[in-house]
């Protein structure tokens, strides 16, 4: 449907888009304020129109922690006893032992860059680095948040900031240890913290502000509970059962799994996020399935770790909701993470298009869609390319070898499990095309920054 054209507004052409309403050709994208204003499809392109290949919605990163994208490939040589996640926390515990906020804003600015160039649009940023250095509170509570909303702002990717309630070590409320000090607060602070963290995130277009209780290793239930309040309304969200030992710890405290405990003891939604539900019974994945929340997966950090894999086939066969995560940040992109989960099921269960949804479906298309949709739930957003909707879009080059003669859910196909992110072309946030040929268009500032910064930590 044509609009009137007023002036300031942005016209985006593209030979082919992946429309909420589906796959069109020849589509104009009128941007107004950036939001999308208009949508034609099956249109003449006009003289001044800015023109591109193939328009892909923006794909959510619901969880990250930006500042461990400073110790990618830190943690990859062999300690003394069997490496593990353990092991490989305490490396991450000592790399952080002495970030400033400077440092953590230049670390999380290359994460985002580098977010947006690997074809996410929205992060979800799972924070919990608090304090300063030895653990004393900064008189801003929101001092290291302001980093964040800082390097969200720099890249322009758009924000739902999750500042983390840590307060203990293991379940049943056990103390703290010291290299977590950086981490823990009480409930009070953390509520005053919530409303530090409205404050400066209102300066980004889109902030989304929910509340994240790192799990039930960190937080009593008691804190979990009294969060009820505070987190009405906002996307809430909590790693669950990540690691068989942190299964085995919470039988041991309370006589059930994770998953089992949270659904049976929190009013658990659609406004939920679990991130890490990796371990569970088939009991659990269907309930997990049916309560609307959005499993929150990290294929590529969740293989780095060495957690497990997600019972993703039957979790979607009994319609649950998913998203994508970079977390570790060892390695951003989001097509090997849509990759890498589905390649999961099938060395899993020696098969092939577990997750496409029936007979004939794209495969490639099946989970982007879900991730897209379920990524923006999860943060709080909405996700897609529909009038209303922030124009917030993945441009794949339909010059790419790998796309040649595709077109439609087949394009998703080439890009996920052949192209992967060499295929991505440009990226645009609120209609402002902040990638362009797959580069960042501030890339060298902020990549003479982080180099500065690791040079700093590593001093
Ligand atoms: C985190 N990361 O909070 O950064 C965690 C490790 C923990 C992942 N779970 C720390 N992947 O869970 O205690
Ligand atoms: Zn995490």
Redo the contacts with the bound molecule.
Sequence with gaps: MATLHRTGDRVLFFDRAMLASGWARDVRLTIRSGIIAAIETGAAPRPDDDRHGCALPGMANLHS?AF?RGMAGLAERRGPSDDS?WT??EV?YRFVGRMTPEDLHAIAALAYLEMLEGGFTRVGE?H?LHHDIGGAAFGDPAEMSSAIVAAAQESGIALTLLP?L?SHSGFGAQPPQAAQLRFVMDSDRYARLIEAADKVAVALPDAVVGIAP??L??VSAEQLDALAELGAGRPVHI?IA??VK?VADCVAWSGQRPVEWLLDHAAVDKRWCL??ATHMTPDETERLAKSGAVAGL?PI??AN?G?GLFPAEAFVAAGGRFGVGS??NVLIDASEELRLLEYGQRLLHRGRNMLAGGEGRSTGADIYAAAVDGGAAALGAAGGLRIGAAADIVGLDLGHPSLAGKADDALLDAYIFAAGRSAIDDVWRRGERLVSGGRHRDRAGIVRRYIAALGRLAA
Aim: proline residues 0%.
């Design positions: 922690h461990q996640f490989w926390r991450m799972f919990y983390v840590y790192h799990s290793r960190a790693h990540e690691q942190e991130v890490h990290c950090t969740e770790l957690d977390d570790s």
